[in-house]
T-cell receptor, first 112, second 109 residues
Framework: DAGVTQSPTHLIKTRGQQVTLRCSPK?????VSWYQQALGQGPQFIFQ???????QRGNFPDRFSGHQFPNYSSELNVNALLLGDSALYLC???????????FGQGTRLTVV | QKEVEQDPGPLSVPEGAIVSLNCTYS??????FMWYRQYSRKGPELLMY????GNKEDGRFTAQVDKSSKYISLFIRDSQPSDSATYLC?????????FGTGTRLQVFP
């Protein structure tokens, strides 16, 4: 079982650019959630995808958008990057409405 | 006031000690409670998942939930240097997880 996989592992972008992060869920899981973790903080919920639709969204601006594909993999897009967007972006997968979530290793985004 | 409060530590203990990690919360609607372990620059790893009040044991780990006091705990017995990590509590009503800030634990030989 490959578990949750995320790509890329690290990324450096310039302020104002756009970025796309990718996630493949654990085998058998159909729900993908994205979290942002700033240094020294707990992860903050961005949004959740189920059946290719955004089911729930946290307190993040519209610059953050996502997509889920028919194979349950997901992308997180961030437009007009700000320095404050520098963080570890985590993808978690789960099965349906179960809250037992498994995380990937994360993508560390640095905005300069 | 944050929905979930967790002492950030750091907590430093000798090998073999019993470690107690705690979180308090304010939202009585939380039903699911989790503990994650996170090593530096890695993703969180699920350690314990509980639904109701009471205790749940898995090897050296025991999770305790007291819904009446809105308080959860994680106990680690016979702590090892490999347990050195940040421990995150998380809780949920239905879908999204609300995390504490994490407690950094260091177990020295």
């Amino acid at each position: 079982d490959a578990g949750v996989t995320q790509s890329p592992t690290h990324l450096i972008k310039t302020r104002g650019q756009q970025v796309t992060l990718r996630c493949s869920p654990k085998s058998g899981h159909d729900t993908v959630s994205w979290y942002q973790q700033a240094l020294g903080q707990g992860p903050q919920f961005i949004f959740q995808y189920y059946e290719e639709e955004e089911r729930q969204r946290g307190n993040f601006p519209d610059r953050f958008s996502g997509h889920q594909f028919p194979n349950y993999s997901s992308e997180l897009n961030v437009n007009a990057l700000l320095l404050g967007d520098s963080a570890l972006y985590l993808c978690a997968s789960s099965l349906g409405a179960r809250t037992e979530a498994f995380f990937g290793q994360g993508t560390r985004l640095t905005v300069v | 006031q944050k929905e979930v409060e967790q002492d950030p530590g750091p907590l430093s203990v000798p090998e073999g000690a019993i470690v107690s990690l705690n979180c308090t919360y304010s939202n009585s609607a939380f039903q699911y409670f989790m503990w994650y372990r996170q090593y530096s620059r890695k993703g969180p790893e699920l350690l314990m998942y509980t639904y109701s009040s009471g205790n749940k044991e898995d090897g050296r780990f025991t999770a305790q939930v007291d819904k009446s006091s809105k308080y959860i705990s994680l106990f680690i017995r016979d702590s090892q240097p490999s347990d050195s990590a940040t421990y995150l509590c998380a809780m949920s009503r239905t879908d999204k997880l609300i995390f504490g800030t994490g407690t950094r634990l260091q177990v020295f030989p």
